[in-house]
């Protein structure tokens, strides 16, 4: 089957397009999916470079909407060949996925091909931040870095949703304008501005409620000083490197609530995932949400993707076909 190999961390040249791999034998409780659609997600880049450590060699990807052709022994929550399904599962970079059952969920008619595997990992992702990470109120003020990006735009339409007032930032006119559509009600320019100054500005110098940060290294320390006294700072990804170690000392200037989540810990259980896609899929079909996806690429300009990705150069969600 056609896959991409890594055997080894560095940057994208260690990406290894292939034709022969082995298709996966489900085991108990897996599901073997034929994969119609692969999300790229930042998190595959950390695995690839070494910044999470990961067994090698392996094959790359979290998540993907396909069908299921066949199943392995014991209890694979109803799933039976022909289902239509999307899954966040290790190995998703290819054309067949061996994945665990409890990971696979069936896609509701509604939906959209290609919208499921756009959507899953970054629409959970901003889904349980705003739900669990910090609860967002109606009226609050929020701070959402690279709110142009995937799980950016997810979080302004959510926050919108909510009634919350979000203040994204971008680096480009494209960019800005994309987050306003999709809910942002101000953006900051960070190429140009001082983002603590602007959002001091815009909330008439209190700060906000809280602050989504998947931006990392580059954007923490305006974070910290954009925060509001008693507000959350939550990172939740490395955009532009990992965050230093922090004083934990420096909380208490503000009584800041300091959090660094994965999307993983808040859909463990099996009820859990259920239970946010469930809610995923009906603001989905309910509230019309805009699941923007940047560009497919066929498995193959992986290299492309990645470089694509880790330049800046997306809005959306990139989607692989294998």
């Known amino acids: ?39 790229i997600n930042y998190i595959d880049t950390y695995f690839r470079t070494g910044l999470y450590p990961s067994p090698k060699p392996e094959i790359l990807g979290r998540e993907a909407e396909g069908h299921v052709v066949a199943t392995g022994s014991g209890n694979v929550y109803s799933l039976a060949p022909g289902d239509r399904v999307v899954f966040m599962a290790t190995s ?85 304008q994309l987050a306003k559509d999709n809910g942002a009600e101000y953006m900051i320019d960070y190429s140009k501005d001082s983002v603590p100054e602007k959002v001091k500005e815009i909330t008439d110098g209190e700060g906000v409620r809280v602050v989504f940060d998947g931006v990392g290294k580059s954007t923490f320390d305006g974070s910290m000083e954009a925060v509001a006294r008693k507000g959350s700072m939550i990172s939740f990804g490395n955009a532009s490197g990992a965050v230093p170690p922090v004083t934990i000392a420096r909380l208490s200037a503000k009584n800041v ?66």
């Open 1 to 39: 089957m056609k896959g991409v190999l890594i055997e080894k961390t560095g940057g994208t040249e260690v990406l290894q397009y292939k034709t022969d791999l082995p298709v996966p034998t489900p085991k108990e409780g897996e599901v073997l999916v034929e994969n119609d659609y692969i999300g």
């Open 92 to 176: 998703a970079y290819a054309e067949y996925t061996a994945c665990p059952a409890d990971k696979a969920i069936k896609i509701p008619s509604s939906i959209p091909e290609k919208h499921a595997a756009a959507a899953i990992l970054q629409g959970l992702t901003a889904l349980t931040l705003v739900s669990e990470a910090h609860k967002v109120e109606k009226g609050d003020w929020v701070l959402v870095h690279a709110a142009a990006g995937g799980v950016g735009l997810w979080l302004c339409q959510i926050l919108r949703a909510i009634g919350a007032r979000t203040i994204g930032t971008a680096s480009t006119a494209e960019k800005i």
């Open 257 to 322: 609530k300091l959090l660094r989540p994965t999307l993983f810990n808040y859909i463990y259980t099996r009820d859990e995932l259920e239970q946010y896609a469930d809610e995923l899929f009906g603001m989905m079909s309910k509230d019309k949400m805009n699941v923007r996806i940047h560009e497919v690429y066929p498995l193959q300009d992986v290299v492309r993707a990645h470089n694509d990705l880790e330049g800046r150069r997306t809005t959306g969600k990139l989607l692989l076909k294998p």
